[in-house]
């Protein structure tokens, strides 16, 4: 049974930084794209960032400058670097990643931006 787990969600600050990371676990033969999306109430869900297994990334014009997105292959997990954060940027976090040719999504994590 794949399944990815997400960490470091919480409250911060106008302008700080916050982490996120996902865990891929399971039985795995390869990971394919992985990446970030974030889900407002009301809103359509958003693409915030992307990786390809060779490094390739893509960022919403939102993050872009803001946010870095990277992965380690060794330990099937990806990450989100949020700096300057913005009270637009909260949202349910949610990671997702293609393994074996199938997508798969995380159960999500709350990032509040707020003072």
């Known amino acids: 049974q794949v399944q990815l787990v997400e960490s470091g969600g919480g409250l911060v600050q106008p302008g700080g930084s916050l982490r996120l990371a996902c865990a891929a676990s399971?039985?795995?033969?390869?990971?394919?794209?992985m990446g970030w999306s974030r889900q407002t109430p009301g809103i359509e869900r958003e693409l915030v960032a992307q990786?390809?297994?060779?490094?390739?990334?893509h960022y919403a014009d939102s993050v872009k400058g803001r946010f870095t997105i990277s992965r380690d292959n060794a330990k099937n997990t990806v990450y989100l670097q949020m700096n300057s954060v913005k009270a637009e940027d909260t949202a349910v976090y949610y990671c997702?990643?293609?393994?074996?040719?199938?997508?798969?999504w995380g159960q999500g994590t709350q990032v509040t931006v707020s003072s």
């Open positions: 990786i390809t297994n060779a490094g390739t990334t």
């Open positions: 399971g039985s795995i033969f390869s990971i394919g794209a």
């Open positions: 997702y990643a293609n393994i074996d040719l199938k997508p798969y």
